[in-house]
């Protein structure tokens, strides 16, 4: 599987952006689907995923912010960032984790997105 995101960039703070993955091969529909990100100097971190159910999940900084929806009828999954702080600027990276128990577990990455936020 091979992950592409789009729609970082540079936006003030209180303001929003929608981050795009799009999934190409198989295994989507049955992965979960997460963002997470990596500011300079810090480890990468979790920001929202969601399972193949719908069940999302969120790391605590940015619940009521961020949302994360997946549309599998276009292999994609989105974050929608609303509020966006200046402790958000991060590369922002796309990950399928595609677990098919005894068949085996594989997890993909995409390249990463910049998003700055900043006056």
């Known amino acids: 599987m091979q992950l592409v995101e789009s729609g970082g960039g540079q936006v003030q703070p209180g303001g929003s952006l929608r981050l795009s993955c799009v999934a190409s091969?198989?295994?989507?529909?049955?992965?979960?689907m997460g963002w997470y990100r990596q500011a300079p100097g810090k480890e990468r971190e979790l920001v929202a995923d969601i399972t193949s159910n719908g069940v999302t999940n969120f790391h605590d900084s940015v619940k009521g912010r961020f949302t994360i929806s997946r549309d599998d009828a276009k292999n994609t999954v989105y974050l929608q960032m609303s509020s966006l702080k200046p402790e958000d600027t991060a590369v922002y990276y796309c990950?399928?984790?595609?677990?098919?128990?005894?068949?085996?577990?594989?997890?993909?990455w995409g390249q990463g997105t910049e998003v700055t936020v900043s006056s």
């Open positions: 990950n399928a984790d595609l677990n098919l128990g005894w068949s085996g577990r594989w997890r993909y």
């Open positions: 091969g198989s295994g989507f529909t049955s992965s979960t």
